[in-house]
């Protein structure tokens, strides 16, 4: 069997005699855990409420996002519209706590507000086809433009 397994042991003197009929239910409530910490799913980046500072369209086809490259200055809010030219795909960064499936004729509309500058690679998290690994991006969060000295 692939995967990996969770075994679960109940010691003697615990007050549970033979199976205990929950454990599977344990084992399932650490399994789904264990994997959402894993995946990275727990981490959310803020929204915002009110309008967007900046609107961006992007393209997923086979084999590409499009653009592949998005800047966006620290602190703007920004709404990504994701659209798909033919089979289902899925925006993924990780380091945003972005994951949203983005199907054909259905755009998926992603907020956040732009906190910490820094590169955060994004990728499509559905298995769509043989080029799914080419699929990659990255999102820029620019910081602040460096301050300019004035000497008298």
Known sequence: MNGFRISWRVEKGSGFHGKWPGVWWAKAAFATALMLTASGCGRKTPTYSGPPDTVLSILMKKWAIVPSHIEVPQGAKVELIVSSADVEHGLAV????????????????????????????????????????????EIVITGPPPATAVHK
């Open 94 to 137: 990780p380091g945003l706590g972005i994951r949203e499936p983005v199907q054909r004729g259905k755009p998926a509309v992603i907020r956040f507000l732009a906190q910490t500058p820094g590169v955060y690679p994004m990728r499509c998290s559905v298995l769509c086809g043989r080029g799914h690994d080419r699929m990659k991006g």
